[in-house]
Nanobody
Framework: QVHLVESGGGLVQAGGSLRVSCVAS????????MGWFRQAPGKARELVAV????????YTAQSVKGRFTISRDNAKNTVSLQMNSLEPEETGVYYC???????????????WGQGTQVTVSS
């Protein structure tokens, strides 16, 4: 079993940047695909970015492409999401997940973190 803990959320003005991180404990995540979801108030949880176990392959949602970058440090058992040019509608809770996927439109993962709040003010 793995325990995921996010950090780095907070309040930022529109156009600003934040970096959220996720540290895993319990076992290594080096061979796992890791990702970030976000959930805005009153909206469904959506997949934002994914990174493969080796870090060579990544996916970012079209809505954040060019602004968000996912990375990992397997030596530290961590995954991070650098978010630039943030917009107010990106306010929400950001969740770290192991083996993230979307199945029939629904967010799924083997393990979830508790989430970290990101608030973007206009």
């Amino acid at each position: 079993q793995v325990h995921l803990v996010e950090s780095g959320g907070g309040l930022v003005q529109a156009g600003g940047s934040l970096r959220v991180s996720c540290v895993a404990s319990g076992r290594t995540i080096s061979r796992s695909s890791m990702g970030w979801f976000r959930q805005a108030p009153g909206k469904a949880r959506e997949l934002v970015a994914v990174i493969g176990g080796g870090g060579a392959t990544t996916y970012t949602a079209q809505s954040v492409k060019g602004r968000f970058t996912i990375s990992r440090d397997n030596a530290k058992n961590t995954v991070s999401l650098q978010m630039n040019s943030l917009e107010p509608e990106e306010t929400g809770v950001y969740y770290c997940a192991e083996e993230p996927k979307v199945v029939r439109g629904l967010p799924r993962a083997d393990y979830w973190g508790q989430g970290t709040q990101v608030t973007v003010s206009s």
